[in-house]
């Protein structure tokens, strides 16, 4: 076979694998942004645990707040500006509260198949519609009614290839770190991080004390081109301090470390879902 045959074979074959990676190579550099397609009866059990600690005046109090449970979200299309309806509601859920106090461990019966409903930007920003009714009892424990609020992170918005960096406007950092593969299939590891420092508003008279609240927050998650969310880490650590003043007799530290783990599950059919 001559330099030239040769030549022209390989340009053929080679134009076939363009051909084919060339999809792959687009997916891969697809902007990252929350779909509807990854909410098509998504399952995900959630472990939540918040240390809570406060000091008022020189007097400590601890108190662990546990919640367990199968949460189910669904979407529908998108509309003209991207955003999407979505609609989740727990499948199961457990809470409990522990203090010097004792143990609370409400009945969570009333929270079952209760709606959250709103819609949710491609890049994460979650506007609330409706929250499904949270007896007192189980808001002693845990705010229930406000776990879409921040449930699912913020996301780029834009391409971001692997081992690549941004902040956006509002100060939060994303890094792509490296990809897995599972199975055959390609999943992207996202790191988000934020912190924040603002006053912190306490209804203690007029001329109150100079209060303000610190944290921070981190997110890793492994997520699936075609099927979205399958793993989600978070921790979130919050700092309230308000010194002692006239309005208040002592100083007043509160301290709040947050855990939330959430998995994917493909090997469960749940009501209400399409089969």
Do not use: H, N
Request: proline share 7%.
């Amino acid at each position: 076979m001559s330099l030239g045959t040769r030549w022209r074979c390989w340009s053929v074959f080679g134009a076939g694998m363009l051909l084919i990676l060339a999809p792959m190579r687009l997916r891969a550099q697809a902007p990252i942004v929350w779909q509807p397609g990854w909410f098509s009866c998504a399952v995900l059990d959630e472990r939540r645990t918040v240390l809570l600690r406060t000091d008022v005046a020189g007097t400590t109090r601890d108190e662990t707040v546990g919640r367990t449970g199968r949460l189910v979200l669904q979407a529908g299309a998108s509309t003209a500006d991207g955003r999407f309806p979505l609609e989740a509601w727990y499948d199961e859920v457990a809470l409990s509260r522990r203090s010097v106090d004792g143990d609370l461990r409400p009945d969570t019966d009333a929270l079952l198949g209760g709606r959250f409903i709103g819609t949710l930007s491609p890049e994460g920003r979650w506007r609330p519609v409706q929250r499904p009714f949270v007896p007192d009892r189980v808001r002693d424990v845990s705010d229930v009614g406000a776990t879409l609020d921040d449930l699912l992170p913020p996301l780029p918005g834009f391409l971001l290839r692997e081992g690549g960096r941004m902040t956006d406007t509002s100060g939060v950092k994303f890094e792509r770190l490296a990809d897995s593969t599972a199975a055959g299939e390609r999943l992207l590891r996202l790191l988000v991080q934020s912190s924040w420092s603002l006053p912190l508003a306490v209804a203690v008279g007029e001329g109150g004390p100079d209060a303000k609240e610190t944290g921070t927050r981190e997110v890793r998650m492994v997520l699936s081109p075609e099927r979205g969310l399958l793993r989600l880490e978070r921790q979130t650590m919050t700092e309230a301090a308000m010194p002692k003043s006239t309005a208040v007799r002592g100083a007043v530290r509160a301290s709040f470390d947050e855990r939330l783990l959430l998995v994917r599950r493909f090997d469960l059919q749940v009501e209400d879902c399409p089969p």
